[in-house]
């Protein structure tokens, strides 16, 4: 399996404020997935992040609000711009298995609260 | 219309008895994938099981298995013997093949919260 880690895995921040989560996997992956988890929701896929290219992202999210960086196949980062209570939420990584399409694995999340 | 379906918010069942979540799905594509996943209170997701549409057994994984009957388009997880540890809230998931986009995106149920009563 692969091993996510996330940091900061908890943050209480400021509206208008911005704050960057970082996403490391110990093993290359191509595609990287940036989800939300809005408090006692499901989880909304934000973006795809492919390296060497710009992120895709769903609908209701823009890349002025959440940007996103994939700078190689083992890291990423999702900024959280111009921070409202609204944004208050988890934020996970996931990424499909390097070994096998069936399995998808996620990073322990940041919890996030925007004051 | 929703993907993915879960019509139980909460369940209770006792220790060591069997537990049945639903999910139910609705897709067009051929080729999909159904993903089930454990959320205790800590808040990670972790993986518990996965059954492939052409799958042709049920999928197990110790005392996880998936009753997926494709006609009707439900994936349901059954826990056998459960556990105190077994609490937590469980999210039904599928993958498509995005016809052209070549991506790969899990689409998420609203999740069912278990309790397992002692």
């Known amino acids: 399996s692969a091993v996510i880690s996330q940091k900061p895995s908890r943050d209480i921040c400021q509206r208008g404020t911005s704050l960057t989560i970082q996403c490391q996997v110990d093993?290359?992956?191509?595609?990287m997935f940036w989800y939300r988890q809005q408090p006692g929701q499901s989880l909304t896929l934000i973006a795809t992040?492919?390296?060497?290219?710009?992120?895709?992202?769903e609908s209701g999210f823009v890349i002025d609000k959440f940007p996103i960086s994939r700078p190689n196949l083992t890291f990423s980062t999702l900024t959280v711009s111009n921070m409202s209570p609204e944004d208050s939420s988890i934020y996970l990584c996931?990424?499909?298995?390097?070994?096998?399409?069936?399995?998808?694995?996620f990073g322990p999340g940041t919890r996030l609260t925007v004051l | 219309a929703q993907k993915i379906t879960q019509t139980q918010p909460g369940m209770f069942v006792q220790e060591k008895e069997a537990v049945t979540l639903d999910c139910t799905y609705d897709t067009s594509d051929p080729s999909y994938g159904l993903f089930w996943y454990k959320q205790p209170s800590s808040g990670e997701m972790i993986f518990l099981i996965y059954?492939?549409?052409?799958?042709?057994q049920n999928a197990t994984e110790g005392r996880y298995s998936l009753n997926f009957q494709k006609a009707r388009k439900s994936a349901n997880l059954v826990i056998s013997a459960s556990q105190l540890g077994d609490s937590a809230m469980y999210f039904c998931a599928m993958r498509e093949v995005l016809s052209g986009a070549g991506s790969y995106q899990l689409t998420f149920g609203k999740g069912t919260k278990l309790s397992v009563i002692p």
């Open positions: 093993s290359q992956v191509t595609m």
């Open positions: 059954q492939g549409s052409y799958d042709q």
């Open positions: 992040a492919n390296q060497g290219s710009e992120a895709t992202y």
């Open positions: 996931s990424v499909e298995s390097p070994h096998t399409y069936n399995e998808q694995f």
